[in-house]
């Protein structure tokens, strides 16, 4: 598979995050076209407040564009994201959704008794399918052997991207309308279904 460039990804995160749709994701024998993303600016975004300030887990995101940010949430999901824009700038991509296109026997096997619409439609089956954990995070994906790659692929066609609030997010960067920075494909049956986030109460 031919790897995207790692100019692709030292741009500003809006455009990459749109430019990644119908792009590639290769991991454990299973390709994924991606249908749909998310984009978080960590300095500016509200969203971002975790990726505002360096630790030992977000390090990656401080790093070269083009390299790996996996986290745990939720209490068992695994998210794919990677860094863009410039070094230093805490700005990442989540992939959220995608249509498996390669190794299907692998990822049937991986969401068994799931149907095959269903197999990476949200970050975590995403990561489920592709054998994607924590082990990867800061790996480079413009890198020939590296074992995580982002591909060329087909990229979607402009009048086919849609935006709009991300998913489960509240709060100044959710629903207001400030933050539309979910893209996806439209009609694509393999995106997500949008969920509004909900503030939790502190007790």
């Given amino acids: 598979m031919r790897r995207l460039p790692r100019s692709f990804f030292a741009r500003p995160v809006l ?6 749709l119908g792009r590639h994701v290769q991991h454990g024998g299973v390709t994924v076209r991606v249908t749909e993303t998310e984009a978080y600016a960590g300095l500016v975004d509200p969203a971002s407040r975790v990726l505002s300030r360096p630790t030992r887990h ?5 790093g070269p564009p083009g390299h790996a940010f996996v986290y745990f949430t939720y209490g068992h999901h695994w998210m794919l994201c990677v860094v863009t824009g410039a070094e230093g700038v805490p700005d990442v991509v989540l ?9 299907h026997d692998v990822a049937a096997g991986r969401r ?11 970050p ?3 990561t489920n399918a592709l054998a994607v954990t924590g082990t990867l995070s800061g790996v480079d994906v413009c890198a020939v052997g590296s074992a995580l790659a982002l591909g060329a692929g087909d990229p ?3 009048k086919a991207v ?12 959710g629903d207001g ?9 439209d009609a694509e049956p393999t995106v997500s279904p949008h969920r509004p986030g909900v503030a939790r109460r502190r007790s």
């Fill in 15 to 20: 455009d990459v995050a749109a430019d990644l």
């Fill in 58 to 62: 977000n390090a990656p995101v401080f």
């Fill in 95 to 103: 992939l959220r959704a995608g249509e498996v296109v390669a190794g």
């Fill in 112 to 122: 068994p008794g799931v149907r095959e619409r269903d197999w990476c439609r949200g």
């Fill in 124 to 126: 975590g089956r995403l």
């Fill in 156 to 158: 979607a066609e402009g």
């Fill in 162 to 173: 849609r935006a709009g609030p991300r998913v489960g997010v509240s709060g100044p960067g």
């Fill in 177 to 185: 309308g400030a933050y539309p920075w979910r893209f996806w494909i």
